[in-house]
């Protein structure tokens, strides 16, 4: 009866572990940095794959983001690849991810995040409405300027540096992340 009982747990666990990985398989996924996204998996779950993000992925633990983006938001992040945080003077990140400039740090993290899923048609649509131009408020509670040149998408930020959408429409559990080719900045004060 117990060797019954065994073989019975084994082939359910069994049954249940490959249905996992069957449905993991089936999902529709984008790859970026190398790694399949996950819809069924939240923005930190798939971005820590990413080859292309490991500045954003380190900068937004040493912001104390992390939790934050792994609850149900729903969350539209335009999150900087390694490339666009190259584009910073030399020593700006390693600056920043210094414990004394976690506010700012976290500031301009922020400053990249929308509340809400916002997927580029729906940000189409925004623009489209706005003769050309759709502003949004970021959860930082700045502004970020969306617009479209022929068929690229476009965010500028409050002090006019215009950050191209590489790779759009990478849905996410807990909201859609878009990346992009420069890091925006809140406006200076």
């Known amino acids: 009866m117990k060797t019954i009982n065994l073989f019975k747990s084994a082939f359910i666990a069994l049954f249940f572990l490959g249905s996992t990985v069957a449905f993991a398989q089936s999902e529709k996924t984008v790859t970026v ?9 939240n923005i930190v779950e798939n971005a820590v794959n990413s080859k292309d993000h490991t500045t954003l992925v380190a900068a937004v633990k040493a ?68 003769n050309g131009k759709a502003t949004l408020t970021t959860v930082q509670g700045g502004k970020l300027t969306a617009w ?21 429409d990478v849905y996410q559990s807990n909201g ?13 004060e």
């Not at 940095?33 to 998996?41: D, L, V």
């Not at 992340?177 to 200076?188: A, E, F, G, Q």
Request: no cysteine; glycine share 10%.
């Open 63 to 130: 912001a104390g983001l992390v939790e934050t983006l792994q609850t149900p938001g729903p969350f539209t992040v335009f999150a900087p690849d390694n490339a666009a945080f190259e584009k910073l003077p030399s020593g700006t990140v390693e600056s920043l991810v210094k414990p004394e400039n976690k506010a700012t740090l976290t500031s301009i993290l922020t400053y990249h995040v929308v509340a809400g899923k916002m997927g580029s048609k729906e940000i189409a649509t925004a623009i489209k409405k706005g």
């Open 33 to 41: 940095g190398g790694a399949p996204m996950y819809p069924s998996k």
């Open 176 to 188: 859609v992340i878009h990346s992009v080719d420069t890091v925006v900045l809140p406006k200076s």
């Open 148 to 168: 479209m040149e022929g068929k690229d998408l476009y965010i500028t930020d409050e002090n006019g540096t215009k950050s191209k959408v590489t790779i759009a």
